[in-house]
C-alpha cells in the first residue's frame, strides 16, 4: 500500500493503492446502468416523460437504459439503438465537455441532415456548445424527428469526464427550449445526483474549462 523513497525516506502511495483505484473505476463503468437506474426512474415519475441514459460509444452514443414514459405517446427507441452524434440531446451534452480533441475528431465527418432542423455544420455546433457549457443542457428541438424535442444533461466520473448522458424526451409541444425550467431543474439535479455516485465533486455549473 505504501512505497518509501530510500533517499527521501518519505512514503507514496504504492501500486497495490492505485490497482484499487482502477479496480473501482473499472466497477462504476461496468455498473453504470445500476446505479444510474433509480434516479432515471424517479425522474420520470416526476417529469411524465421518458427518460434515457446515453453512452458514448464510437462515433455515437448508446441507448443503455430507457425509462418510459407514462403517458399515452411514447417516443424512446429501445436499449441498445445508437443515436446520431451531432443531432442527439445527449451526445450534445458529452460532446460539449469532453477534452477538445476528442470533440474535434468527432465532428470532423460530413453529417447527416435528418430534418429541416438538423445542425450538420461543425462552427455551428462548437457554437452550439459554448452555449451547452454555460447552460448545462443541450437541445434536440427536432434535430432526428419531427415532433420529437429532446433536453439532455452530462454525467461526469471522477476524472470530471463527461462519460454519460441522462435526456428528456417527448413531443415538442411538451419540451420546448422556454417553457421547460421545471423539468430542467429536475434533469440537472438528478444528472448531479448520478454524477455524485460516480465521485464526482463539482457542480456541473462549474465545469466549465472547455469554455475558456
Same mark, same amino acid.
Given at each position: 500500500?505504501? #512505497?518509501?523513497?530510500?533517499?527521501?525516506?518519505?512514503?507514496?502511495?504504492?501500486?497495490?493503492?492505485?490497482?484499487? $483505484?482502477? &479496480?473501482?473505476?473499472?466497477?462504476?463503468?461496468?455498473?453504470?446502468?445500476?446505479? *444510474?437506474?433509480?434516479?432515471?426512474?424517479?425522474?420520470?415519475?416526476? +417529469?411524465?416523460?421518458?427518460?434515457?441514459?446515453?453512452?458514448?460509444?464510437?462515433?455515437?452514443? +448508446?441507448?443503455?437504459?430507457?425509462? !418510459?414514459?407514462?403517458?399515452? +405517446?411514447?417516443?424512446? $427507441?429501445?436499449?441498445?439503438? %445508437?443515436?446520431?452524434? =451531432?443531432?442527439?440531446?445527449?451526445?450534445?451534452?458529452?460532446?460539449?465537455?469532453?477534452?477538445?480533441?476528442? %470533440?474535434?475528431?468527432?465532428?470532423?465527418?460530413?453529417?447527416? %441532415?435528418?430534418? !429541416? =432542423?438538423?445542425?450538420?455544420? #461543425?462552427?455551428?455546433?462548437?457554437?452550439?456548445?459554448?452555449? /451547452? %457549457?454555460?447552460? $448545462?443542457?443541450?437541445?434536440?428541438?427536432?434535430?432526428?424527428?419531427? $415532433?420529437?424535442?429532446?433536453?439532455?444533461?452530462?454525467?461526469?466520473? =471522477?476524472? !470530471?469526464?463527461?462519460?454519460?448522458? /441522462?435526456?428528456? *424526451?417527448?413531443?415538442? #409541444?411538451?419540451?420546448? *427550449?422556454?417553457?421547460?425550467?421545471?423539468? /430542467?431543474? &429536475?434533469?440537472? !439535479?438528478? &444528472?448531479?445526483?448520478?454524477?455524485?455516485?460516480?465521485?464526482?465533486?463539482?457542480?456541473?455549473? #462549474?465545469?466549465?474549462?472547455?469554455?475558456?
Amino acid at each position: 500500500f505504501l #512505497q518509501r523513497d530510500k533517499q527521501t525516506k518519505k512514503c507514496r502511495l504504492g501500486h497495490t493503492v492505485i490497482n484499487l $483505484g482502477l &479496480a473501482v473505476n473499472q466497477s462504476i463503468n461496468n455498473n453504470l446502468v445500476q446505479i *444510474a437506474k433509480p434516479y432515471i426512474d424517479g425522474l420520470r415519475d416526476k +417529469v411524465k416523460e421518458s427518460v434515457i441514459l446515453e453512452v458514448l460509444s464510437g462515433e455515437t452514443t +448508446v441507448m443503455a437504459y430507457i425509462a !418510459e414514459g407514462p403517458r399515452l +405517446v411514447r417516443l424512446a $427507441g429501445n436499449i441498445g439503438d %445508437r443515436i446520431p452524434i =451531432h443531432a442527439a440531446a445527449g451526445a450534445k451534452a458529452i460532446l460539449a465537455f469532453s477534452n477538445p480533441n476528442v %470533440r474535434n475528431a468527432l465532428l470532423d465527418v460530413t453529417f447527416h %441532415r435528418f430534418t !429541416e =432542423h438538423t445542425i450538420t455544420e #461543425q462552427a455551428v455546433l462548437l457554437e452550439q456548445f459554448k452555449e /451547452i %457549457r454555460r447552460l $448545462g443542457v443541450s437541445f434536440d428541438l427536432e434535430e432526428i424527428d419531427e $415532433g420529437t424535442s429532446a433536453i439532455g444533461a452530462p454525467i461526469f466520473n =471522477h476524472e !470530471e469526464k463527461p462519460v454519460a448522458s /441522462i435526456v428528456i *424526451a417527448g413531443p415538442s #409541444q411538451r419540451i420546448t *427550449a422556454n417553457d421547460s425550467l421545471e423539468m /430542467i431543474s &429536475a434533469l440537472k !439535479e438528478t &444528472a448531479a445526483k448520478i454524477s455524485a455516485r460516480l465521485y464526482y465533486k463539482k457542480p456541473i455549473a #462549474q465545469t466549465d474549462r472547455d469554455a475558456r
